[in-house]
Nanobody, 118 residues
């Protein structure tokens, strides 16, 4: 499975951005896809994940109510809609994919930088 992430950029606090992640390859093996982020000097943080077949969603506490993860199976794309952005959301965002029965995410995209200015 290969992942192509896009959509990062510079936005003012309170603004919105939408990230996209398009998997390719053995898509049929994907159980769920997630977004993670890593800010400079900080550990990688879970942001959100969605199950590929039935669209169940899960969020990290820091983004609940502001971010929405969704998927379009016809386009084989997962989105992360980020609203009410804060400077603390500044990070490199990575999409990842996990196969059924896997504990860890084995497939990672290249990362896209989101910068929120105050």
């Amino acid at each position: 499975v290969q992942l192509q992430a896009s959509g990062g950029g510079l936005v003012q606090a309170g603004g919105s951005l939408r990230l996209s992640c398009a998997p390719s390859g053995r898509i049929s093996t994907i159980y769920d896809m997630g977004w993670f982020r890593q800010a400079p000097g900080k550990e990688r943080e879970f942001v959100a994940r969605i199950t590929w077949r039935d669209g169940k969603t899960y969020y990290g506490d820091s983004v609940k109510g502001r971010f929405t993860i969704s998927r379009d199976n016809a386009k084989n794309t997962v989105y992360l809609q980020m609203n009410s952005l804060k400077p603390d959301d500044t990070a490199v965002y990575y999409c990842a994919a996990r196969t059924l029965r896997a504990v860890d995410y084995a497939y990672w995209g290249q990362g896209t930088l989101v910068t929120v200015s105050s």
